[in-house]
């Protein structure tokens, strides 16, 4: 992969044909929140609205929670197994979105069998099949990133300096290297961006030099287990995953959604169970806390979520405990747990643990990551507060027990990147105050009992040295928070491009009656391919989404970009383009049939702009775009038509010249920038006319190309 893809975002859509959903695709908690708790959750939402009026009390959101517990609707769900554990072979991913952070475009993927191993190939094997939407959305990426000069943050040089110390990536995910192999636990990576220093962006697999890499994955809720932040790595990748025997609503069967991904280097850690990969020896220990307090309706549905905590010890030095969201549960104490992993692992250097405030009552969880968790409360327990995680005082005491040396809060951001997706802390603020959810870094100082270890806070892009000092890779800058931009809204996209084998004319007819919805809009179309222009405001944008959504459905590729591929050559000045866009509209917008459509290209060739174009131009444009030669096309009405090129265009007319092919460009020392553009913009609409009447099959003999080109360049009929 190159610099580019850095800076492409990855989200993986699940299509989920469960009765009641499950928690990988979010159909699962939208079906607890709307349907079984929808009378709370609609209370809660009205409050976290600023809607006028007091919060309900604690009595009232319990009698509202026994309300909808005691409907037959709830009753008859609870009592299904399907809704508990949902069958894991009817949940596959659908599709992929990305979204490129340097142009703007989004590219949908509809996934078949073995779809993410294609995506997977095409992002590490450069030689493989090259499927043209994805080709030109990572081209396009690419070049501006090369036009920005971005390079990555750790060159092989700064990322060995310091082989064996953890380095802390952000929230969840540290890394670990011995030099010649990369270790990762819980991978969540950030697109870099433009509104970043361009010394201080997030990190990803690009960064690192190393070419062997392995991933610890804790467990399954989304800030630990992203798919889309999965699929940065190599098909080659080695996976260790907790064991988890049945996919339930709180547990994902890791192992078998890897494999949905495309990975098939996938080895299952049980508790106690150790694995060594190059200088690295990884324990699994056991996995307390993040659990709702209970334990599920009936001993026959009590389950839990099944993770793993892991001891990663280096060959030369440094031990670190990863304890992830863990804390205590009805299994067992988190202070218990403390000596159990002393007495297994011994003393460790660097502890990593959040210490977390979520101190909540039940009904809470509906606004949550996590409102299953609700359904596993027993009825007479909806009035306890709940605290699934580790708070200050516990993570001082643990941090005792373990003899640790160094104690880094974790998993609560560490970059503005972070806070953006509403993960905890942006450290670089010095303000940096505990909330209802999370505690301040500076906890820990206050209320630690002993001097033997010392907390340490980490900012995203940082690692540990033995001696307990954060430092910066000398190729990063230290950042400041001033040096952020503000965040810009996203482009408006109202072009389209469409492809995909299903593609065929039946679905093209279908694609142009979707286009009364905005009467601006207009497409071109070729086999397999087709792109539709929105107008440019509202209806347009509209009219895109909704066409995303019929792609999905029917399994066609999609790409929305604010520039359309069809027009690339003019996409480096606005006036270009809108004469483009103008062209192709009145040329394409309505393909009745070949002589209609024939009228209106005679029409654009013989128009004031276009009509001073020199045949031979014109004849040498397309010797150069199409690859053949016109038959001779004599001049109409003796006379050169008089000059008739608006200013703007003569002005950006060199600017614009730049992005054409080197047979175009020879073409400029004769004829000039502007006649050139001109004859290459006369060329594609004419071009793009017949190929639409074909993909139509709106004539019944439609004339070779060289002929209907000949047509359209002539009066005569």
């Known amino acids: 992969m190159t610099a580019g893809h850095s800076f492409i975002q990855v989200r993986v859509l699940w299509n989920d044909r469960t009765r009641y959903g499950a928690t990988l695709s979010g159909r699962a908690q939208d079906f607890i929140r709307e349907t079984l708790h929808q009378q709370t959750h609609q209370t809660l939402s009205r409050v976290s609205r600023g809607h006028p009026g007091a919060r309900p009390k604690m009595s009232e959101r319990m009698r509202l929670l026994h309300e909808d517990r005691n409907s037959k609707l709830y009753q008859k769900v609870i009592s299904d197994s ?196 190059g200088l690295f020896k990884i324990t699994a220990l056991p996995f307390y806390g993040e659990q709702p307090l209970g334990g599920g309706p009936s001993v026959e549905l009590s389950d839990y979520n099944r993770g793993n905590t892991y001891c990663v010890e280096f060959a030369k030095g440094g031990k670190s405990l990863i304890l992830a969201d863990s804390g205590s549960d009805p299994r067992k ?58 708070n200050p005082q516990e993570l001082v005491r643990v941090a005792e027990i373990l003899g640790a040396r160094f104690v880094i809060p974790y998993a609560m951001g560490g970059a503005a990147w972070h806070e953006e997706m509403g993960l905890g802390f942006n450290h670089l603020r010095r303000d940096l105050k505990s909330t209802p959810y999370d505690s301040s870094p500076e906890d820990l100082r206050n209320i630690r009992l002993k001097k033997s270890w010392v907390p340490t806070t980490l900012l995203a892009g940082q690692y540990l040295s033995l001696s307990g000092r954060p430092q910066w890779p000398k190729t990063i800058k230290k950042p400041r928070l001033s040096s952020f931009k503000r965040r810009e809204a996203l482009p408006r996209c109202h072009y389209i491009a469409i492809a995909g084998k299903g593609l065929s004319s039946s679905v093209l007819q279908e694609i142009s009656s979707l286009l009364f919805s905005d ?44 520039v359309p591929m069809t027009a690339r050559p003019f996409s480096e000045n606005q006036v270009w383009l809108d004469l483009f866009r103008a062209v192709q509209r009145r040329a394409l917008r309505a393909p009745a049939n070949p002589q209609e459509t024939l009228s209106r290209l005679r029409g654009i060739r013989f128009s004031p702009l276009f009509g001073a174009l020199a045949p031979n131009l014109i004849a040498a444009t397309c010797r150069s775009l199409l690859g053949f030669s016109l038959p001779p096309v004599k001049r109409q009405g003796g006379k050169r038509s008089p000059r008739r090129i608006p200013r703007p265009l003569l002005m950006s007319a060199p600017l614009v010249a730049r992005q054409l092919p080197p047979q175009a460009r020879r073409l400029m020392s004769r004829y000039g920038a502007s006649e050139v553009l001109l004859s290459l913009m006369l060329i594609k609409v004419l071009h793009n006319g017949y190929l639409t009447m074909i993909a139509l099959q709106e004539s019944q003999d439609p004339l070779n190309e060289s002929d209907w080109l000949l047509s359209a360049l002539t009066k005569s009929t």
Request: charged fraction near 20%; charge should be positive; glycine fraction near 6%.
């Open 82 to 277: 399907s809704f508990w554990y949902p069958e894991k072979k009817r949940v596959w991913p659908g599709s992929l979105i990305l979204y490129s952070h340097l142009t703007g475009a989004v590219l949908t993927i509809p996934l078949a069998k073995k779809g993410c191993e294609q995506f997977l190939n095409f992002l590490h094997n450069p030689g493989g099949p090259r499927p043209i939407l994805w080709a030109r959305f990572f081209e396009d990426t690419q070049e501006a990133a090369q036009r920005l000069n971005i390079a990555p943050l750790m060159p092989a040089s700064a990322a060995q300096k310091f082989a064996g110390s953890p380095l802390f990536v952000g929230h969840a995910c540290l890394t670990w290297s011995d030099g010649a192999h990369r270790l990762w636990a819980d991978p969540l990576f950030s697109p870099k961006s433009l509104r970043y220093p361009s010394s201080y962006q997030p990190l990803s697999v690009l960064d690192f030099p190393e070419n062997e890499h392995a991933v610890l994955l804790t467990h399954s809720h989304p800030d630990h287990f992203d798919p889309g932040s999965l699929l940065r790595f190599a098909p080659n990748t080695i996976f260790f995953v907790p064991e988890v025997l049945r996919e339930s609503l709180l547990s994902v069967d890791m192992k078998f959604r890897l494999r949905q991904l495309g990975f098939h280097r996938i080895r299952t850690l049980r508790w106690q169970e150790s694995a060594q990969w």
């Open 519 to 562: 009467k601006g809009a207009f497409f071109l179309a070729t086999a397999r391919f087709c792109e539709v222009y929105g107008s440019p405001n509202k209806q347009g944008v509209a009219l895109c989404q909704g066409l995303q959504s019929f792609c999905q459905n029917n399994s066609l590729h999609s790409s929305q970009s604010p």
């Open 333 to 390: 104490n988190c202070l218990e747990n403390a000596f159990d992993i002393l007495r297994d692992t011994g003393p460790i250097d660097y502890l990593f643990a959040n210490h977390r405030r979520w101190d909540l009552d039940p009904s809470q969880y509906l606004r949550s990551s996590v409102p299953q968790y609700l359904c596993y409360v027993p009825d007479g327990q909806l009035g306890l507060r709940q605290r699934i995680m580790m």
